[in-house]
């Protein structure tokens, strides 16, 4: 809801007295019914709200960007996502918000893994400008940026790498690992690769 409701911000920014009817109706479009959950995106929201990130005006396509990603393996891999907001002014920023209520070592170098794909991604698509990533906590009590340093991108990079031949082996070779016990097709991280439909067995 929150990210749903940035991204309407900046592809058209609205007053702060239609918040409330706006994340109303995102919550109740999401399922979001627990008041607890309610308030807390709009405490994220205030917070937001009150941030330096609020007072930019990027173009409305840079909200929600799209990026796609191959590696030319056999088979090939395609990685696709959306950036949430790729900042061109005062500096070149790659930024993603993450609204978790704490965020781990552990956390933040999956994401910055994510962050190198999304990095990757605007270098293939021929954008020269250097756009630093960083990763936006929001929290009610206030914003912490994480930046992605230089160092961090290039060992990532050497990881996407690694991963991305792994899955293609992995696919070239038919050796889908067996789903989770007991648990659904829907449910198996490899369902975007599997031969198996889900209605057939799964081994």
Known sequence: CVHRFIAD???QPFETDEDEERIRRLCEAAG????EDQQRIGHLVAAFRGSRWAELRPPP?????????????????????RIDLLVSEPNAQI????????????????YALQMTIYYAALR???IEEQAAPLIVHLQPEGIEAHAVDEGSIQTQTHLLQELVTE???????????ARFPDAP????????????TPRDPCS
């Not at 899955?167 to 690992?177: D, F």
């Not at 097709?185 to 198996?196: A, G, K, N, S, T």
Request: proline fraction near 10%.
């Open 9 to 11: 911000f900046y592809r």
């Open 95 to 110: 930024v993603d918000f993450k609204t978790n209520r704490y965020l781990s070592p552990e956390a933040l170098e999956k």
């Open 32 to 35: 979001v019914t627990a008041e």
């Open 61 to 81: 396509d840079a909200a929600e960007r799209e990026v796609r990603l191959v590696y030319q393996l056999n088979p090939p891999v395609e990685l696709r996502g």
């Open 124 to 126: 293939s698509e021929g």
């Open 167 to 177: 899955l293609a082996e992995v696919v070239q070779g038919g050796q889908i690992p």
């Open 185 to 196: 097709c829907d449910d198996c991280p490899y369902l975007p690769v599997c031969p198996v």
